[in-house]
């Protein structure tokens, strides 16, 4: 396992796109949300109206409303691009067929894979909140007030939330041993979520719930809702295992 952990930790550190979107995913989601507070400056009724969460509550609260509203979509993306390509690379690369020569078994790759992702997922969830206050400070919020401290934890659980529900990207991307497969199960996903909340039953789907929990500052997702996430990882996790447990390299 520790080897499997120290090769997939190199290549991982090592990858263009993971770096490219741990930028984009920080400093992209903490720019948006810094620039959504200086247009709320503006004597634009219009924009104002869009704003509404800067408005009213309006500073640290409203701007922590907003990042929390940005990262559940745009981390989901980010997230699961580098999971499709985290597990597809292999396919891509051509390398697949020496992984069938090594006495690793498949398996243990794949959870170190997971592992690496987790360990990511958590570090950029981090430096996020960390960006975003400062981003905040830089725009003039002034300092942090202890009143929303509960909201800088959502988020940041908000963040490796959202990292465990962009796991069945991981299997879609080995049963279709294509970065597209997974992509395109990222934004399925998304899509489903911002459907159900539409319909009002977002606390009952797990992939929506760790969004509506942050934004609405946990009163509209119960405990029991926010555990459904559990499962998620759990069954992706599984599938992902057995798929290269029975990986065969003629199809």
């Not at 069938?100 to 909140?129: D, E, G, H, Q």
């Not at 041993?177 to 997974?182: C, E, H």
Request: charged share 10%.
């Amino acid at each position: 396992m520790t080897t499997g952990l120290v090769t997939e930790l190199t290549k991982f550190g090592r990858a263009t796109v993971v770096r490219a979107t741990t930028i984009i995913m920080v400093l992209g989601i903490a720019l948006i949300c810094s620039s959504m507070l200086l247009a709320v400056r503006t004597d634009d009724p219009q924009l104002a109206a869009k704003l509404g969460p800067l408005i009213h509550p309006g500073g640290w609260s409203g701007y922590l409303t907003i990042a929390a509203q940005v990262t559940a979509a745009a981390a989901l993306l980010g997230y699961g691009v580098v999971l499709s390509w985290l597990f597809s690379r292999e396919f891509a690369d051509g390398t697949i067929t020496g992984l069938f020569a090594i006495p690793i078994p498949r398996p243990t790759i794949a959870t170190a894979k997971l592992v690496v992702y987790f360990v990511w997922a958590c570090v950029t969830a981090a430096a996020l909140l960390v960006v975003l206050v400062l981003f905040g400070l830089a725009a003039g919020l002034g300092s942090v007030p202890t009143d929303v401290v509960p909201a800088m934890a959502r988020q940041l659980g908000l963040g490796v939330l959202t990292a465990v529900i962009a796991t069945p990207a991981a299997w879609a991307a080995t049963a279709g041993r294509s970065v597209l497969a997974g992509i395109a199960t990222t934004i399925g996903v998304l899509v489903l979520s911002q459907l159900t909340v539409v319909a009002g039953a977002g606390g009952w789907f797990p992939f929506a719930a760790p969004a509506l929990w942050a934004i609405s500052n946990g009163t509209d997702v119960s405990n029991l809702q926010l555990a459904l996430v559990v499962p998620i990882v759990v069954i992706s996790a599984g599938l992902t295992l057995h798929s290269w447990q029975r990986l065969q390299l003629d199809h």
